[in-house]
């Protein structure tokens, strides 16, 4: 039952084969059994996901069954969720609970889907290993000695680790396709604007999109169909009609254009992982695709552009957590500068405190031009990157990371070899662009993941793309020994 796909999941359930309340509670028993192996959940509510299975059998026997009537997700800890503590991996919001759902909370809801619990993140979604967690890391579930990937490596560890069928992330800078990478899932960021922020905490906030984490693509797009679409509540959300993303997954890959940027295969790729993408390429090559040679000129300079911009943003959005409206409040404070500092001192991490200082750096007075206006003007030149290729392309393609998954602790102590990792995905966040991560092999049994990036609002062409290879290849479907063995 833990292998099978969510489309799968839902034949079975209106097959009456099994119930939404016999699914929902095998992956609550997986979850207690194992997950403190990978720690990929924050918070589990086990009475509230048994009274949603439950609601949603009377659903399903009614015959009035929306899309995912049934379907047991995880949802990173950084959306808003009614009644249920969203931390958002920090302590400043251990104990906030708050008073509504997020709009893609709402959507899941809507579409009938039974939420498991909410899974571990880096704090404030500042990370690309999950190791700056306040909840302690997650461990990747094809070897708990590695990052599973962040920030949203406790959807990816969940889903790897058959705890749950399908989750959400979020992606700033990468944290959907980065971790799924790691992970040997797939994971899509769409297109800025796609999908409501609405109650989702806010990072970057230019930057920061919402989207689907599953085995494969065609479960991407069934979670997406939940999630898309204009919310009037978020004035950056796009009015652009949504599609059904199932539609088009079959489609014909004859006479695609797919870009390969020289900049995403040049220096500082693993060989090995670039070996998997070449592979992945000859496959899409085979199916019709012609691959062209294309630039990215400015590629260099996304990790300093985002490493302005993402702070700058940052350190606006988290000035709001001062120990006076909600979350964490220090002890005993004797004044309100006092409150202040003690609070913001003890609440926030490491990674957190050094994005608001460098945010804080490049927004006050007199740096502002020479630091975050320049950035945007950067940016600037980055999407014009993107929008020239797209003139002889129909989407590009590259490696998601420039390499496997890393040991746990490895870079924790160096920052810029953490944001390094961040190097193929950055751009497309500065772009706005939709780009996600899709399974393309293995160097010593860990996941390497294929990224495809492509036009704005074109999320079924990649999804499409992403299935018609899925159909040809199994990376996808391969499981961590342990769990096929099941010792996990
Ligand atoms: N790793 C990047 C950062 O630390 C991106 C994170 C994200 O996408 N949320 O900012």
Redesign the pocket.
Same mark, same amino acid.
């Given at each position: 039952m833990y292998t099978k796909s969510v489309a799968q999941l839902i034949e079975g359930l209106r097959g009456r084969e099994f119930s939404s309340a016999e699914l929902t509670r095998g992956y609550l028993d997986r979850i207690a059994a194992l997950d403190s192996q990978y720690n990929s959940f924050i918070s589990v509510d086990e009475n509230a996901a048994m009274a949603a299975a439950t609601a949603a059998d009377e659903r399903l026997a009614s015959g009035d069954a929306a899309a995912l009537t049934g379907i047991p997700i995880a949802h990173k800890d950084i959306f808003c969720t009614d009644g249920m503590r969203t931390s958002c991996g920090s302590r400043m919001l251990d104990n906030f609970v708050p008073p509504y759902d997020a709009t893609v909370i709402q959507r899941f809801k809507t579409a009938g889907a039974v939420m498991l619990g909410k899974t571990n993140m880096?704090e404030f979604?500042? *990370? @690309?290993s999950n190791e700056s967690s306040f909840y302690g890391p997650a461990y990747n579930p094809w070897d708990t000695k590695l990052v599973p990937g962040?920030?949203s490596g406790g959807s990816a560890a969940a889903v790897a680790g058959l705890l749950a069928p399908a989750a959400t992330g979020?992606?700033?800078? *990468? @944290?959907?396709r980065?971790p799924a990478a790691f992970c040997g899932i797939t994971g899509l960021k769409p297109t800025y604007g796609r999908v409501s922020r609405l109650g989702m905490v806010a990072?970057a906030s230019s930057l920061?999109q919402a989207g689907p984490m599953a085995h494969s693509a065609e479960d991407c797009a069934l979670l997406l169909n939940a999630m898309a679409g204009h919310d009037p509540l978020d004035s950056t959300s796009s009015n652009t009609a949504t599609e059904d993303y199932c539609a088009t997954l079959n489609n014909s890959l004859e006479g695609l254009r797919i870009g390969l940027p020289a900049e995403y295969f040049g220096e500082g790729l693993d060989s090995t992982t670039g070996e998997c993408i070449s592979g992945a390429l000859r496959e899409l090559e085979a199916q019709g695709a012609t691959l062209v040679n294309v630039s990215l000129p400015h590629s260099a300079l996304t990790i300093p552009t985002?490493y302005i911009i993402?702070p700058a943003e940052a350190s606006t959005n988290l000035s709001r957590f001062d120990g006076v409206r909600y979350g964490y409040r220090c002890d005993d404070p004797v004044d309100l500068h006092d409150l202040y500092t003690r609070t913001r001192g003890q609440g926030f991490g490491d990674e957190v405190k050094r994005r608001i200082l460098v945010g804080t750096y490049a927004l006050s007075a007199g740096y502002y031009d020479a630091y975050y206006k320049k950035a945007q003007q950067v940016r600037r030149l980055i999407k014009q990157d993107f929008m020239d290729c797209f003139e002889q392309v129909d989407i590009i393609a590259g490696p998601t990371t420039p390499g496997p998954a890393f040991a746990v602790g490895a870079k924790t102590n160096d920052p810029v070899s953490?944001?390094l990792?961040?190097v193929y995905t950055?751009a497309v966040?500065l772009a706005g662009l939709p780009g996600m991560s899709v399974p393309a092999g293995f160097v010593d049994n860990k996941p390497v993941g294929l990224q495809l990036i492509g036009r704005h609002f074109d999320e079924s062409r990649l999804l499409n793309v992403a299935h018609r290879f899925q159909q040809a290849t199994d990376w996808h479907l391969r499981t961590p020994d342990a769990i096929a063995r099941g010792v996990a």
């Open positions: 880096d979604a500042m *990370g @690309s962040g920030s979020t992606d700033t800078g *990468g @944290s959907i980065q990072f920061d985002y993402a953490m944001y990792e961040d950055l966040n």
